[in-house]
């Protein structure tokens, strides 16, 4: 075990455990091997992505406390790489094993509700949001917030999964009558009537070192991330208080390794603070080819207190998600494929549609340059860009 345990220094020789198998923690390992750790991993299903490619993995469930001590006994230093483990899992391991993104960062980000209220302490600009914990609260909110709104489930969901948008009052009891049987807990947001939607991802030592990934910009498919831009097209200003509210929120809640923050910007350049991930994060993926450190290198630096690395953006680019629907031609039409297209594929068995199985990164002269290279791959079909 190579553990400086005056600073909590994980040396590589060391063993990383990662509470979920999928892509991220598949990714993490990959860049993780390469830096000289071991990984170990939890995950329900078999030979998960991450699975394949760590030492170990414990098949079991997120929320199977004996199971995860078996995995930290293990390991180093436990991390996470999505926000649907169970955040009791997190504190019960934290009581005997080094987890340094601790619980209470899970405990916020895994729910919305808590979430929302965690920004605005932080002074942090939101969408104007209702509680709901019944029908009067609904309609309550309905007063207070009117339509077009959206629905949410407070936990789970991601994708567009366990939202509904309320386009007129008479939407609303269909749509909740369909949610609450997913959570007795609802959350009635505001719809913001943005021209954009970008993320900042944003890095943090225990020390408080902090370092700050381009901002990108990034466009959805029926509420599935489809592409993210970097350079992001948006001024100078918006890329600084972009970064700014990334840095008050890491700061506020003390975040070590990755939080990636999801934003909307209006047509007046406002901001709105959409959602928080506090892990590697899907558009984040184009710094795998893209940057000096990837977010997989950086999450790992940032949690074994390491010098957290260079974000220096090296080309622009463009990451466009793989779906079950566009698997198969992508990899039909490898072999014509341009040098400058990087493929990353999960491992992952059956190629569901909407099923994230892999992404392309683009390197171009331009942002531009590089969107006309997957229109010319006639892979993905030219439909309205809409969440």
Known sequence: MSVDKKTKTILPGSTIGILGGGQLGRMMALEGRRMGYQFITLDPTENSPCGQVADYQFVASYDDVEQAKEMASRCDVIT????????????????????????????????????KEALMELKVPVAPFHVIRSRQDLFDGLKAIGTPSILKTATGGYDGKGQIVLKKPEDAESAFQLLVQHDRELILEQFVPFEKEISVIVARRQSGEMEFFPVAENIHRNNILHQSLVPARIGQRVESEAREIGKRIAEGLQVVGLIAVEMFLT????????????????????????????QFEQHLRAICNLPLGSTQLLSPVVMVNILGEHVNQVVEKIAEFPPNIKIHLYGKKGAKPKRKMGHLNVLAETTEVALQIIDQLKIWKKTEDVR
């Open 267 to 294: 047509g007046d350049g406002r901001i709105y603070v959409n959602e928080l991930a506090p892990r590697p994060h899907n558009s984040g993926h184009y710094t795998y080819d893209a940057c000096v450190t990837s």
């Open 80 to 115: 996470y790489e999505f926000e649907n483990v169970s955040s009791l899992v997190a504190e019960a391991l934290g009581k005997h094993s080094f987890v340094p993104q601790g619980s209470r960062l899970l405990f916020f980000t895994q729910h919305r509700i808590r979430e």
